[in-house]
């Protein structure tokens, strides 16, 4: 065996924290990097002696567990992806303090926790406060947490029915299917892992290189529009211009970002390497053909709001400013339901327009809503919202007629049933997870309207919704340090779900 085969496999059987540990200290390289290019040579150097030291830490841990092998559990990698999300942002923030040092660490731990778990809400609203590499290593950890959850959708949440894979699973949330014939059971999870991130690197990676490619060819910044392209495709919101509206890409960039934007309401949309992918492909994906009914009605229900507000102020003499107003409410939408949090320049237009305020729970109910299973959206999955549709549509059959029998296939009767109830059930422990976030966040001195907008910000990982879903936009940085440490606690429970947070802690899982 060659020595590069044998360093191969060593690092292959390192437990899965410690190889994102390894991969997170290496990253810091290309802000370095970047720094110096800019002419940043403090930032340059924060990010260069934090990875460094990082390395030579992964390094040391690396050779003391040279040789050992782990008895493997069915609930480790979950454990190790919890923990990245709960550890990690306090190794990113390293480097952030010493490059801001005018700030508590407190915020930028948060600010990196939103960051990984792709919420994208920021406490430095003013982005002048930030220099342009930090701006990149915010929108860079947002990126490589919307990888991080492409490939544990495929490689540890499918395998354990977990993340919405629940809904069409024959097994209960968090065990594995007996009798399953997939390829993916016997396979250990280390190199799971590995498959699947050969697998999909490449088209993440290719996808926001398109993507950055076809915004600086519009027009757009480098940085600005790398950072974009970034936050698209983790579906983050993070924005170095404080949104899209800063931007001035106008309609055609909007277009371009929502186009990549439909990758996040169906894992169809890029692979079919997942137990939910359909025999009819993407046109018959239940998940994304919701997804396309609200992109189209949402934006025709307020567009009629704000057309009957115009003909009130006599403002119908300009048609550009209509379609403009209908553009705008399009691409909101579409990004919210997303959970990727940007917001049309002409968005704004459709309120100048009618004189009519959009209400603020629109977005939060799209953003609730959330993307397709196995993507980097958050909320509540379409998946879900499909069974409980199907299950809605028999139960009114069976009013009218009691005694028929479903005709649906057995995928279909699967989701009018058993489906349908994990579903209903994963509702109510979202709607209790939000519920005692509210109660604690009012507990700290946040207004009811405050601790609602926060806890359906962090829970369905949409940042934005702190600067526009309320009358005001809510400055983060002023809310208290326990009102901080309970919304990262809440972007973390968003991110992974309840269900994943219950099966960790379920000793009977670990037996497994």
């Given amino acids: 065996m060659s020595k590069q085969s044998y360093m191969r496999r060593e690092l292959l059987h390192l437990p899965f924290f410690l190889q994102l540990f390894g991969i997170a200290a290496a990253s810091m390289l290309v802000p370095s990097v970047y720094g110096i290019v800019v002419g940043d040579h403090e930032g340059s150097r924060s990010f260069f002696y934090s990875g460094l030291l990082g390395l030579i830490l992964f390094i040391m841990l690396a050779a003391v567990m040279n040789g050992r092998r782990y008895q493997p559990s069915a609930l480790g990698p979950l454990l190790s992806l919890f923990s990245a999300f709960v550890f990690l942002p306090v190794y990113f923030a390293v480097p952030f303090v010493e490059a801001l ?82 390829r993916m059971t016997p396979m250990a999870a280390r190199l799971r892992v590995l498959r699947v991130t050969r697998a999909l690197f490449p088209i993440y990676a290719g996808l926001t ?48 970002m929502m186009l990549f934007m439909l990758f996040a309401l169906s894992r169809l949309t890029f692979s079919k390497d997942t137990i939910t992918a359909t025999q009819g492909g993407l046109p018959t994906d239940p998940e994304f053909r919701i997804g396309i009914f609200v992109v189209l009605a949402v934006p025709l229900f307020l567009f009629v709001r704000h057309f009957l507000g115009a003909i009130d102020v006599a403002a119908m003499e300009n048609l550009s400013d209509a379609a403009y107003a209908l553009w705008g409410s399009a691409f909101t939408v579409l990004s919210f339901l997303t959970t990727t949090g940007f917001v049309s320049e002409h968005w704004i237009d459709a309120q100048d327009w009618s ?37 809605g549509t028999r139960e009114m059959e069976r009013l009218v007629h009691p005694n028929s029998v479903s005709g649906a296939g057995a995928a279909r009767r699967r989701l009018q049933s058993n489906g349908a109830f994990i579903a209903w059930i994963f509702f109510m422990l979202f709607a209790l997870s939000l519920a005692a976030i509210m109660l ?53 429970l968003g991110r992974l779900e309840t269900l994943a947070i219950i099966a960790l802690l379920t000793p009977d899982l670990w037996r497994a």
């Fill in 355 to 391: 004189g009519l305020n959009t209400p603020g729970l629109v977005l939060m109910g799209l953003a609730l809503t959330g993307g397709g299973v196995a993507t980097t959206a958050g909320g509540v999955k379409l998946l879900r919202v499909f069974a409980l549709y199907v299950n």
């Fill in 101 to 182: 040092p005018t700030t508590r660490f407190i915020n930028v731990y948060f600010e990196m926790v939103s960051a990984l778990t792709t919420t994208g809400a920021t406490m430095f609203q003013d982005p002048e406060r930030l220099s342009n590499t930090l701006h990149l290593w915010r929108a860079q950890v947002g990126w490589m947490g919307g990888l991080l959850m492409w490939v544990a959708a495929s490689a540890i949440l499918a395998p354990l029915h977990l993340g919405g894979f629940e809904v069409t699973a024959q097994a209960e949330p968090g065990q594995r299917e007996m009798s399953e014939t997939n």
């Fill in 440 to 492: 604690l966040l009012t507990l700290t001195g946040s207004s009811f309207e405050q601790a609602l907008v926060l806890s359906v910000a962090s829970l369905s990982t949409t940042g934005p919704l702190t600067q526009y879903a309320a009358d005001a936009p809510i400055k983060l940085i002023e809310l208290t340090p326990v009102a901080k440490a309970i919304l990262s606690c809440a972007m973390v």
């Fill in 209 to 256: 290189l398109l993507l950055w490619l076809l915004l600086m060819g519009g027009g757009d910044n480098p940085l600005v529009a790398l950072c974009h392209a970034m936050s698209v495709m983790a579906t983050s919101g993070i924005s170095p211009v404080g949104g899209v509206e800063n931007a001035n890409i106008g309609v055609t960039g909007e277009a371009v």
